[in-house]
């Protein structure tokens, strides 16, 4: 089917408002095509303007899009919307509003928002220039996709490069007032960070790329303070974002590699050569663009080992790429290079065996043992059961006509290897008789009554069993430790619900030693990872203590059963990922900086072994980490770098080095700071200072911080880049490329791990150790979820893009098709996470990086409902977590579609569950409220809702209420 074609749905089957909403002004915003993106303006008779409005209206650099005529949308009409709204919704499409596009299909949609009966109070304001001068872009030629106006006539800020020769302007600083940028443009939130200028001839290499991509190593600051007093001043954090891989496997992530082993480094400061050095001499040294030092070129940095000939040294990947790895030599080696090896700990209590999860475990392992990394041949793997006692199996090789025999341990006390040969076993020898006892693995426990689980000497066995090599411990537990050393209580968590003390009675570690041991383990190169799976109180905050210092990561899985397959579906495809992933083993990470520059904290799961080198066991793929920098020294030099260098052994046994450079510039100017200030890096490092926060005082006060950090940052952007202008009615101002930092802060001051109200410890522990560790992509929608309008939505989402091909060449090429599948699932233009964006007859998708959330208008058409569920009324839908039925419907096929694309990821092992909810219909009856399956629809609509962070939450503000604290406590 073309994915132009439109189906004809029957009109809602309720009277929809078309009146102008209220608090519309007839006056435009400014920048904004006359009609266009204006709640209410789309008339027909504007259609016949559309063409000429385009031109003049779309950005910078903006290409003209296809007019779309007065035509319902797939869906549209019928769906409850009105011939006006379809119209602006159309030409909402086309983004001729410039600065105003919020990305929200819904705004030209003139019908009563979810559950209120006037329009939302998000409207529009008329906007006027804050001069009278011409339009200017945003930074990087109108990366933003809108019209901006500077903030004043600062001039551009120029750098002097390093041959003397005047440098590119710096990013220019325009500004915004917050509350007329409501509803807040979300489509900046996946918008790439400010750009960063560096002078003319920084690189030696003037042909090669330019700094690092940013989804490997971010700055909070694209341009560096020259002095400490400066960064002091601006209130802003100086941190890094770091993520060495970003991809769960080496075959999605291609980085340069140095395979010689010829590796230079600064004989000072050990920094590695790099793109940005000078060489000198004639190309006999080189000078370090860290301490300045001037070092020698290797003797072989020009030959070719390979083809034994000369080679020409700008040909070399370290000084083409800003991301390369070397292949160590032999000094780099302290012995061989280990194995990677696994060692599995399996709850066998009665609980685990009640519940499902032993044989699910075991059945996932058993389906994954081909895909677990084992290039080599040297993967090891070890299998062990806890419940009262430890269970140790002796898994004979292969060649042998012997079976897996069970070695029992009952004194936890003192607790020993039972056997020194056969437990930790080759997986390539082995593999046959691993099968077998992973297919009999639950058969041994079948007659089980013990309730203990005593993790505690299972970790220690476990330790003790690798801890002359290192390797990956992996605990699957459905039961709370109850035996040996590191036994746990449950605690009273009714006491201090809503207290001060709340953080430290329930989020701390209720017993020191899993701490203390994460440490030694980290210590022997082992990294513990844990997968909690159970419908009882697990103690997250004590249990996480074991990944956190050991680069590994807790897996929580609530109210977990066998008994849904959709519980099963997420735990196994999570455990197929997280083995299949490639890690890097006994890694170190070091993070250098220029004369003048401190690593002062880190941030994330690993261990700091000194002041400046962090310690990983395995370095997981799915993590990333925040380094705060200090500046001690007046910054001399027209451009800064900084170097993160992992030292590591792959999977396969190849020591390697991963290296990111990045260069930045320095500027004695306040406002040169603020307009290259990376507004999501910011919010990443506020989202660890807020966790420390909680952990080391309370979490009023973590919220407190998030709040008065933000107010520091508007009063000294408004006192040192605006001026004047105070008093109550003032503006809200801040650089444009920061106005999604207070939505940020704000929607993390709403969620789970820092929220008031009654949240069950374990899952406030989890959503703490999420903040922490995951890559930021995902953390920005794990604090501000994404939404998405499916009732409603172009007709190319949910189908495979189509790129068109150019006439010219069309013409040259008369058997070629006009336009080419590239098979990558559209998704629709995102809106507002907010509930007055949410129509009763509509339907919604949420996203919040960790579960979806399938919202169905309580007054959806039978239409609909028919095209998704194949049922005749939104009464009869099923809610709960599910999954969409698999009809022959185009319709259904598309919002499959969008919800199978949304849980790839080739960066996360996380596979998200579906949760379909019906709305509030007009004919609700409070008469439902004491029916069992109505309060469980009640408890889902409230967990959703919570996700709608630009609303009230509970006891908290909307974000519009809270831009207005901001302006007071400015003001004040």
Known sequence: MSHKSRRAYPSAQYQVAADQPLGVSSQLPYGVAPGVGVPGVGVPQQQQQAAQLQQQALPSGGQPQQFIPAQPPYGAG????DDASVLAQGMNSLNLNGAQNSGVGAMGNAVPAYGQQTHPSYVQQPQVPYQNVPIQPAYGGGAYGQQQVPQQSFGASNLVSPNGTPALPLNQLYQTDLLRDLPPPIQELVLPPPPIVIPPGTTVNPNSEANAPYEYLRSTLNVIPNNGSLLKKSKLPFALVLRPYNALRDEDEKVAVSDDCIISRCRRCRAYINKFIQFTENGRRWRCNF???????????????????EKNRMERPELNHSVVEFIAPPAYLVRTPQPLIYVFVLD????????????TVTRTI????DRIPNKDGRTKVAFMGVDSSLYFFNIPADETDKDASMLVISDLEDVFIPSPDNLLVDLKLCHNNIEKLLNNFANFFINTTSEGFALGPALKASRHLIQSIGGKVIVFSSSLPSEGVGKLSIRDEESFFGKPKEASALLTPNDSFYKSFAIDCNKSQVTIDMFLAASTYQDVATLSNLPRYTAGQTHFYPAWTATKLEDVTKLSKEISNHLSMDIELEAVLRVRGSSGLRMSSFYG???NRSSDLCSFPTFPRDQSYVIEVAIDENMIRPVACIQAAVLHTTAFGERRIRVITVALPVSKELKDIYASADQLAIANYFTHRAIEKTFSSSLNDARDFLTKSMVEILATFKKELVGGNIGSSSPLQLCTNLRMLPLLLHALTKHIALRTGRVPSDHRANALNLLGSIPLPQLVQYIYPTVYSLHDMADECGLPEVAEVDEEQQQQEEEQPLAISTGEIVLPEPINA??????????YLINNSSELFLWVGGDAVPQLVNDLFGLNDVSEIPIGKRELPVLESEFNMRVRNIVNKIREGKDTIVFKNLYVIRGQSSHESSSYQNDPSFRELLALRIWALNDLVEDRVQSTSSFKEFLGQLREKISN
């Open 78 to 81: 019928q769906y409850g919307t």
């Open 291 to 309: 301490c300045n030092l001037q070092n020698d070129v290797p003797s072989a940095f020009d030959y070719d080992q390979t083809t034994k000939v």
């Open 348 to 359: 066998v209590s009665i609980k685990s065996m009640q519940n499902g999860l032993l044989g």
């Open 366 to 369: 058993l389906e994954t043992l």
């Open 605 to 607: 799961n690993f261990f």
């Open 834 to 843: 907010a509930s007055e964006w949410l129509a009763k007859y509509g339907l």
